[in-house]
């Protein structure tokens, strides 16, 4: 599992984004890394992992705390 920041090369700072991964099924209404990062393909990661991207940090960490939750169960 991750919650890490992304942000686009050159991108202003204000465009980033929360992104919260954990393995398929433990993250609500996640998404395969190659429908929200651009330019990421399946094959270069993990298909057994999903992702979530949020734009505030709280609800990155909720999401977090939810599949962590999920797999320590």
Do not use: N
């Not at 890490?4 to 398929?24: N, Q």
């Not at 990661?45 to 709280?58: C, G, N, S, V, Y």
């Amino acid at each position: 599992m991750t919650l890490g920041v992304w942000l686009l090369k050159d991108a202003p700072l204000e465009d980033h984004e929360f992104h919260v991964s954990a393995p398929a099924g433990m993250i609500e209404g996640g998404k395969a890394f190659s429908e929200v990062r651009s330019g990421v393909s399946e094959k270069d990661l993990q298909e057994t992992r999903q992702i979530r991207a949020f734009k505030d940090l709280p609800s990155a960490a909720a999401a977090f705390d939810q599949a962590l939750a999920k797999i320590t169960a």
